[in-house]
């Protein structure tokens, strides 16, 4: 039996997260499908913004750093977002960009082996990740990066094996690795492993302590509604945070920052891996940001993209089929992160088509069109309206309007 | 004759700048001289904070990065920053922190002589510039950190040196380099110099292009008014961009970064030093702290600079004399930026009851109080009212009072 619209309906009902999407404010009639590219806007942190910018950064001015405790914000988020990932607070820290967090984790960790020349990642990782690995091997002599598939990671380990940093959600696909069992591969090979939580923070469960991670990045922006690039942030566990001394290195990160001494020394912990001065706007929006999971259990959280992403497929399976889109994201909720992808060879203007019909996913090149299914802000009925609007651009061929191929949209 | 409050309501009266105050939203009643740490709050910025954070944000949403033009903010910004500081447009952009950039620079110049060990500078630049080298010293083989006073940095150029950066106007003293004579010496050697212009943006005219600097870093936060912990920016002379390969990379700095390509290619020009995605709402707040240059000759706003100091000095002699102030920056406006630097055994107590006393300064380790003198929003009987309020606390020596001694000030 074919689902309907009440059936969707009597799911939202039953929606435990139902009520959270109060938490956010979102555009009449937009069906907003890209929250895993830029999460949706908390109305605390609009509510923050104001504070923060009239009365912290215009009356307060310089001494906000004191008194409302600017200065401890990168340690006081990364201790909101631990629980979030299975880390203890003081193992994560907010700070820079994904990619420059992982050039600092890179540089240091491959420091700890200088005799082992390879830094291991797979192709079509989040092509930043692989970017900035390459600069790493390129400044550095005796280090090389290779990219082995996925099915061949394991196999590739071995004694030359500097770091591997693989990405959990692919950007893409949506596959998920089984962060415990990879991480513990690479250990038994001596390995170390930095893994890149940008697609599952905030939207898959996840257990690093328990998992035995050791290294991770993570994006700020996506499921963690912080705010167009905000800050990302770093985890390293305990027992490796003082083996590691970070060659990127900046006031922030010395153990003394405003003794002004000329020399380098660490900081404790994880504020060794603090560089320069945080842009504390971006930073406080992403606390709010974080903090629209305040008493949210990520297991409910996860139960509800599984749901969404069940909804999404069989509506596509029901009501779209014929047109020639193939599921390329894992249909096992555990070999998975939170969003859905289509491969089709007009995916750019299936997107573009979507988008003027107010249901917003992600056109990922050469031929992927990519739906973020976030549990906190969108409703059964949401994935209905997109499916039901996608079917119709389908079946009319509206997508063939040539101002649909038009290139230009950047992310 | 010793100056009266009249006469100096009388330089207000004639300030050709005075109006360009009304840009800024002050605190009632506070005198805040430390806009050379965090700038005062453009109204302009308020205004686009809430427009960036509910409109472009909350409801463009990600089509943001096109419609509202997220992703031509570093370029524009740069553009923007460029005539402050005698640069063409293309050849400055916004991104990241001033440490960052560093890294970005001197890694990327290293490379460029790579028989050359020394990175040169001069004892007590701002640290984190002196921690960033240290990093990429100890990172790279052959490479090492040598400082010497700044009298001897001319005779230590020399074939060994691989690159010379130096903090332009000096944090704590406010002394400035000689820019072309000191980049003509180090060219004469074969050494490229890297100019930390920190403390002489927005505030002194800079003039890159024509004392022929090559590079040079700055930061967004302190005269360019872009809030707290605003991106920085990156200028490189035209005719080395494209022989400057960046070694800290990410996608923003692909040629092409919506291909999503495994391998490595350096975008053409500036666009190259950007890595991961930047901070949008601190990004934008920046570009209004640009924008309240708009209009103003960067000359004349030098001309109140060393109007507003010459008070300053002239003031702190005639009233607070016999207290052990001893002033240490340069009298010559041409060896100077703009802030005003005394040393003071109690320079902590100091700062501490100023602040109590609403005049806003900052204590630099270990023993001196500076006094940030920024033309846009500072009128001169605000320099009488910070120096009577600070006479008075030197008179009746209330820095004396306990609660001044307390240490916890972090900035």
Same mark, same amino acid.
């Given at each position: 039996m074919t689902l309907t619209l009440e059936a969707v309906r009597a799911m939202d009902a039953a929606?435990?997260?139902?009520?959270?999407?109060?938490?956010f404010t979102l555009p009449e009639g937009l069906v907003y499908l890209d929250g895993n590219s830029l999460g949706a806007l908390p109305r605390a942190a609009a509510a923050r913004q104001d504070e923060v910018v009239r009365e912290e950064w215009g009356n307060s001015l310089i001494r906000s750093w004191n008194t409302h405790d600017w200065i401890g914000a990168p340690q006081r988020i990364g201790a909101k977002i631990a629980p979030l990932i299975g880390a203890? %607070?003081?193992e994560v820290i907010v700070a820079d960009s994904v990619s420059v967090n992982l050039f600092k984790l890179l540089t240091a960790v491959a420091?700890?082996?200088?005799?082992r020349p390879v830094l291991l990642s797979e192709p079509g990782n989040f092509h930043t990740d692989l970017h900035v690995a390459s600069g790493v091997a390129d400044m550095l002599p005796n280090l090389r990066l290779e990219t082995v598939d996925r099915a061949e990671i394991a196999g590739a380990l071995g004694p030359d094996t500097n770091t591997l940093f693989l990405t959990h959600v692919h950007y893409k696909t949506g596959a998920r690795f089984d962060m415990a069992a990879m991480t513990a591969r690479a250990k038994a090979a001596g390995v170390p492993t930095i893994w890149d939580l940008s697609h599952s923070v905030g939207a898959v469960p996840l257990h690093l302590n328990r998992d035995g991670a050791e290294l991770a990045i993570g994006c700020g922006?996506?499921?963690?509604?912080?705010? %167009?690039g905000a800050p990302a942030f770093l985890y390293v566990a305990e027992h490796l945070q003082e083996r590691l001394v970070p060659y990127l290195r900046g006031w922030m990160g010395h153990a003394q920052p405003f003794a002004f001494l000329d020399d380098y020394a660490p900081a404790p912990g994880m504020a060794r891996f603090l560089a320069g001065t945080p842009p504390m706007l971006s930073m406080l929006a992403l606390e709010s940001g974080v903090e629209s999971f305040d008493g949210l259990a990520m297991d409910a959280v996860w139960e509800k993209s599984v749901a969404l992403f069940n909804l999404f497929a069989r509506l596509v399976e029901e009501r779209c089929g014929g047109h020639g889109l193939e599921c390329i994201?894992?249909?096992?909720a555990e070999l998975r992160g939170s969003h859905i992808s289509y491969r089709h060879p007009h995916a750019f203007e299936l997107c573009q088509a979507l988008i003027a019909a107010e249901v917003i996913g992600d056109f990922r090149a050469p031929d992927v069109v990519r739906f973020g299914l976030t549990p906190l802000y969108l409703g059964f009925e949401d994935i209905w309206q997109a499916v039901d609007r996608f079917r119709a651009i389908l079946e009319s061929e509206s997508w063939r309007d040539p101002r649909f191929a038009v290139r230009g949209r950047v992310t």
């Open positions: 929606d435990p997260l139902r009520s959270v999407r109060e938490r203890k %607070p003081h420091a700890l082996a200088p005799e922006y996506k499921y963690l509604n912080g705010g %167009p994201t894992p249909a096992t």
